[in-house]
């Protein structure tokens, strides 16, 4: 199988507060993971992707310190948004992409959904 | 860079009548190319993936989709849909040559209605 996890699945914060999202492969090792954005009735845009051991790669318009990533482990990685503001309420996804697999392969967690009071 | 078009938003259909969702891409260099659905409040599920040989390829679900690398799309059909088939299905791509990045179509709405 190829299970991945996140947690919490939804969570409610105050502004100005910071919220850590984490996304786990259960039965698989990740070399690469990948944080999406999700906002209603629209597709996924890419934030980051991030290796094991190494330092997240942003897409153009993230900004790297408002959301932090850490992929310490080959089975973990976490978003943390920091002092979080009614804009970044959204639907948050992550995956993981196996270890050495050469189809480009992503599966997907099951999401986790911010709102910013 | 490779983009994705899914030109319908929305694609209401009665139970148990055939359905195409449509799916355009432009790319430079080759690509795997996917279909993913999403149920609500839902993380997505690969539903169906294209990464060589046969063109046609086919769901556990019902679910087939055909490559056609001369009018570059990936559409997605069923004969027969089901009201559990509603959802919002994804199309996306992404390149062969590594990178990994995916890059998705902005979703279509399958309501399946009695």
């Known amino acids: 199988g190829a299970v991945v996890s996140q947690h919490p699945s939804w969570v409610i914060c105050k502004s100005g507060t910071s919220v850590k999202i984490e996304c786990r492969s259960l039965d698989f090792q990740a070399t690469t993971m990948f944080w999406y954005r999700q906002f209603p009735k629209q597709s996924l845009m890419l934030m980051a992707t991030s290796n094991e051991g190494s330092k997240a790669t942003y897409e153009q318009g993230v900004e790297k310190d408002k959301f932090l990533i850490n992929h310490a482990s080959l089975t973990l990685s976490t978003l943390t948004v920091t002092s979080a503001h009614p804009e970044d309420s959204s639907f948050y996804i992550c995956?993981?992409?196996?270890?050495?697999?050469?189809?480009?392969?992503?599966?997907f967690g099951p999401g986790t959904r911010l709102t910013v009071l | 860079a490779q983009s994705v078009t899914q030109l319908d938003s929305q694609v209401p259909v009665f139970e148990e009548a055939p359905v195409e969702l449509r799916c355009n891409y432009s790319s430079s260099v080759s690509v795997y190319l996917f279909w993913y659905v999403q149920y609500p409040n839902q993380g997505l599920q690969l539903l169906l993936k294209y990464l060589s040989g046969s063109t046609l390829v086919e769901s556990i679900n019902g679910f087939e989709a055909e490559f056609n690398k001369s009018q570059t799309s990936f559409h997605l059909r069923k004969p027969s849909v089901h009201i559990s088939d509603t959802a919002e299905y994804f199309c996306a791509v992404s390149p062969t040559g590594g990178g990994n990045k995916l890059t998705f179509g902005t979703g279509t709405q399958l309501k399946v209605e009695l």
């Open positions: 995956s993981a992409r196996k270890r050495a697999r050469s189809s480009n392969e992503q599966f």
